[in-house]
T-cell receptor, first 115, second 114 residues
C-alpha cells in the first residue's frame, strides 16, 4: 500500500519570506514522489519529481523539494514566496515496485502569500 | 494543461440522468486516468487505462463507466447510480513507458446536479 500525508491544511506566509509545504509518505519499497500545484478551477500543473539520486530536486517557478528517506518526507520549498504562489499544492507518491502507474495523492495544502 | 482537453467546462445533471465527460489528449500517451476532486479530500482515482481497449477500476469506480476505443480519447460516463456526483473531475495522461513517468492533467470539468 502507498499513501501520502500533508499535515497542514493551510500555510500562510508574507511575500519575500521562505515557503515550506510539508509532505510525508508511506510505501512498501522505494518511492517516486511528485509535487503539483492547482490554481482555482484549473487542472493540476506538474512542479517537480524525485526519482533517484540527488536528494534535492529543482523544479518549475523556483520551487525545490528535499527527499529525506529516514524521515520519509518530501517537503516543497521556495526561498522567497510571491503573491502569485498562492494556490493549492498536492504531494503524490508511487511505489517503485508497482506496475499499474497509480499515484496516491495527499489531501492538499492551501498556500496563501500576503503582500 | 497543454495537450489534454476536457469538455464541457461545466456540466449539469438532472436526477436519473447519465452524463458523459470528454477527455482528449494529443500527447501520444498510452495511459489515461480519471480522478474526482472534492474539497479537502484531494484526488481520488475513478478509472485508469494503460492501453487501448483495456481499463481498470480505481478506488471509487461505483456509479461510473469508461471506454477506451482510441488512444487519444477516454470518456467518462457518470451514471444515475452515482448518488453524489457533484465534484470537479480531472482527466490525466502519462507516457506509460515506465514507473517513473509523470501524469499531466487537463483543465477539469465541474459537474453540478440540478
Amino acid at each position: 500500500a502507498q499513501s501520502v500525508a500533508q499535515p497542514e491544511d493551510q500555510v500562510n506566509v508574507a511575500e519575500g519570506n521562505p515557503l515550506t509545504v510539508k509532505c510525508t509518505y508511506s510505501v512498501s519499497g522505494n518511492p517516486y514522489l511528485f509535487w503539483y500545484v492547482q490554481y482555482p478551477n484549473r487542472g493540476l500543473q506538474f512542479l517537480l519529481k524525485y526519482i533517484t539520486g540527488d536528494n534535492l530536486v529543482k523544479g518549475s517557478y523556483g520551487f525545490e523539494a528535499e527527499f529525506n528517506k529516514s524521515q520519509t518526507s518530501f517537503h516543497l520549498k521556495k526561498p522567497s514566496a510571491l503573491v502569485s504562489d498562492s494556490a493549492l499544492y498536492f504531494c503524490a507518491v508511487r511505489d517503485q515496485r508497482s506496475n499499474d502507474y497509480k499515484l496516491s495523492f495527499g489531501a492538499g495544502t492551501t498556500v496563501t502569500v500576503r503582500a | 494543461d497543454g495537450g489534454i482537453t476536457q469538455s464541457p467546462k461545466y456540466l449539469f445533471r438532472k436526477e436519473g440522468q447519465n452524463v458523459t465527460l470528454s477527455c482528449e489528449q494529443n500527447l501520444n500517451h498510452d495511459a489515461m486516468y480519471w480522478y474526482r476532486q472534492d474539497p479537502g479530500q484531494g484526488l481520488r482515482l475513478i478509472y485508469y487505462s494503460q492501453i487501448v481497449n483495456d481499463f481498470q477500476k480505481g478506488d471509487i469506480a461505483e456509479g461510473y463507466s469508461v471506454s477506451r476505443e482510441k488512444k487519444e480519447s477516454f470518456p467518462l460516463t457518470v451514471t444515475s447510480a452515482q448518488k453524489n456526483p457533484t465534484a470537479f473531475y480531472l482527466c490525466a495522461s502519462s507516457s506509460g513507458t515506465g514507473p517513473r513517468e509523470t501524469q499531466y492533467f487537463g483543465p477539469g470539468t465541474r459537474l453540478l446536479v440540478l
